[in-house]
């Protein structure tokens, strides 16, 4: 992908400003049937900025996007995108662009004419679609694809495809419902480049994810879902600090249990071969963590116990997440360790 | 309203893009059973005529007008392999957050099944003609028979539209594509109401196809403008309003279950 000055390929002047904040949810549900897929979720988006949205496949993300866009109708709760009731679906429409967990995309078509006509029926004219095309085609990098059919294209060219089509008509208010899905890290970090770019050109950009570091850095806030429900929102460094743990990592020589004798009260848990990582605690009662680190090497010694290596690391969202949850998210590609399930 | 007019007829550059890398399905398929049994019936049944029951007109001249209905009959629905295959891929989704009505998909999909049979059906009607048959009436009987065709494809591929939602299958043009049989055999398309058994009879004259086939030889051999032909377009008519409701009650119902 080649990095432009403007994304927002043909905004008309009308639609450039959102109120704040540019989605609001209140009370939020779905069932289907039995099941209540999203069980009362209230949020806050302010304009022009990343929210995203964490969970586990499953867990409500998918849902929530589908009721901000009016593809699904909540069964209770109500909900104002860029300053419209989301029942009012012209208006929404006219100020949203949306990608789907799958490319929504038509494998017999040329990418050119997938863009011509999503820009055509998204209202512009003839000379307007083609010039939005071409500048999207070449923003995302496919504009030596753009006579090729679709289905030809791999797994991150029709994710960038299917992201170019949701900036036809330069939404104020994007929803990317899993974005990353698929990419390799290189189209990964290049798709957050895309991404920044739009928050500083005043989208206000709704993301759902299950990939943490994803979320860490791209996200002005971040909101943790869990079985329908939000467990939790605040900027990534105040979950962090609400929630996460800094971590000693001890390369000794004796065994997990010797090193448990040594540290009564302390969260510790095995991380390999002669490797294991102390939870520090977050409660300054305890002392700072400075006096915390040094109070752990003492009993270590203490205690007779050799330290080959040491490294300390801050809390992370990962950490976060997992003391929210009680469980990792497994994606395949950050699938994330435990660290206290040996506590 | 400009935005369903702008819909349909993006929708109907983009069908026949797909029609032209694959034309096959849309524009040669139809016309071949009906060009078989022009050809076929013709050489076999050519003494039918001269039963008693049958009337004046020789059977290559009664047949045409009918037989050139199958053209929609078996032809029908081709573009309802690329609705169930939106709704499958997802590409729907991104169409119903679009600011053009989702009818246009409907609409635009219905203009081209109208104006793909033209091919086919001139082509029938031409090899009619070589045969035998009659256009008493001109070019401008012709030209009425070729539109009671695209008519009678854009009401019979309603239903079609209302499975593919309904199923998500590209293959529903194939599937569905025996209910034509029933409506061709048990019309006047192809022998006159005279010379059938009683049930056939009966089911015959209920079957709205046999009034567009009277429309349809009425412009060929009798006026130009009867009041069969009349008939005709308002039972085509009723047809296409009751089919694009069964489509637009299977995409609400579609649309409500997300």
Not at chain 1, 210 to 218: G, H, K, S, T
Not at chain 2, 119 to 126: I, S
Not at chain 2, 189 to 206: G, I
Request: aromatic letters at 6%.
């Amino acid at each position: 992908m080649t990095s432009t000055g403007s994304l927002v390929a043909g905004r008309p002047a009308a639609v450039r400003e959102v109120p704040d904040p540019a989605i609001e949810a209140t009370d939020l549900v779905k069932r289907y049937g039995d099941v209540v897929a999203v069980d009362g979720v209230s949020l806050r988006v302010p304009r022009a900025t990343i929210f995203a949205y964490l969970g586990r496949n499953g867990s409500g993300k998918t849902t929530t996007v589908r009721m901000l866009t009016m593809l699904s109708v909540p069964s209770a709760g109500t909900a104002r995108v860029a300053g419209y009731d989301v029942r009012d679906a012209a208006r929404v429409r006219a100020c949203i662009g949306v990608t789907m967990q799958e490319a929504a995309l038509d494998p017999a078509m040329t990418a050119v004419e997938h863009l011509r006509l999503v820009a055509g029926l998204s209202g512009l004219r003839s000379r307007q679609a083609r010039a939005v095309a071409a500048e999207l085609l070449d923003s995302f990098g496919l504009a030596e694809a753009a006579t090729r059919r679709i289905g030809t294209f791999s797994g991150g060219m029709q994710r960038r495809l299917d992201i170019a089509t949701a900036l036809i008509g330069g939404p104020p208010v994007l929803f990317l419902d899993e974005p990353t899905t698929g990419l390799d890290p290189q189209s990964r970090r290049a798709l957050w480049a895309h991404i920044r770019t739009l928050r500083q050109q005043g989208t206000t950009v709704f993301l759902t994810t299950q990939y943490l570091e994803e979320a860490d850095e791209l996200a002005d806030r971040v909101a943790v879902i869990d079985q329908g429900r939000v467990i939790a929102e605040d900027t990534p460094q105040g979950l962090k600090a609400r929630f996460g743990r800094t971590r000693m990592v001890l390369d000794h020589d004796g065994d997990l249990d010797r090193l448990r004798t040594a540290l009564p009260g302390r969260n510790v848990a095995g991380g390999g071969p002669g490797r294991s990582v102390v939870l520090l605690d977050p409660d300054t009662a305890s002392g700072s963590e400075g006096a915390q680190v040094l109070s752990v090497l003492e009993q270590v010694r203490a205690a007779g116990i050799e330290i080959g290596a040491l490294s300390v690391s801050p809390p992370s969202l990962e950490d976060a997440y997992l003391r929210l949850t009680g469980s990792a998210i497994t994606t395949g590609q950050d699938q994330l360790a435990d660290p206290e399930a040996g506590l | 309203m400009r935005d369903l007019l702008t819909g349909t007829l993006l929708t109907f550059a983009r069908q026949a893009r797909q029609a032209a890398r694959d034309p096959g399905p849309f524009y040669v398929l139809p016309m071949l059973p009906a060009q078989l049994m022009t050809v076929v019936f013709i050489a076999l049944f050519e003494r039918i005529a001269t039963l008693d029951r049958f009337g004046d007109t020789g059977y290559a001249e009664f047949l045409v007008p009918g037989v050139v209905v199958l053209v929609a009959l078996l032809g029908a629905g081709a573009t309802s392999s690329s609705l169930a295959a939106d709704l499958r891929g997802g590409f729907f989704l991104r169409l119903r957050l679009l600011r053009s009505p989702i009818g246009a998909q409907l609409s635009g999909r219905l203009l081209f099944e109208a104006v793909r049979l033209l091919p086919g059906t001139a082509v029938v009607l031409a090899v009619g003609l070589a045969f035998g048959a009659q256009a008493r009436n001109g070019l401008a009987g012709i030209l009425v028979v070729m539109a009671l065709v695209a008519l009678l494809g854009v009401a019979f591929t309603g239903i079609f539209y209302a499975v593919a939602i309904r199923t998500r299958d590209p293959q529903t043009p194939f599937t569905l594509q025996p209910l034509g049989l029933p409506l061709a055999f048990l019309s006047t398309a192809l022998v006159p109401l005279a010379v059938m058994p009683q049930w056939a009879r009966t089911l015959a004259q209920l079957n709205p196809v046999t009034v567009v086939v009277d429309g349809s030889r009425e412009a060929m051999l009798g006026q130009l403008w009867s009041a069969e032909l009349g008939w005709s377009v308002a039972v085509l008519a009723a047809w296409t309003v009751l089919g694009v409701l069964l489509a637009r009650a299977a995409l609400a119902r579609d649309m409500a279950r997300s």
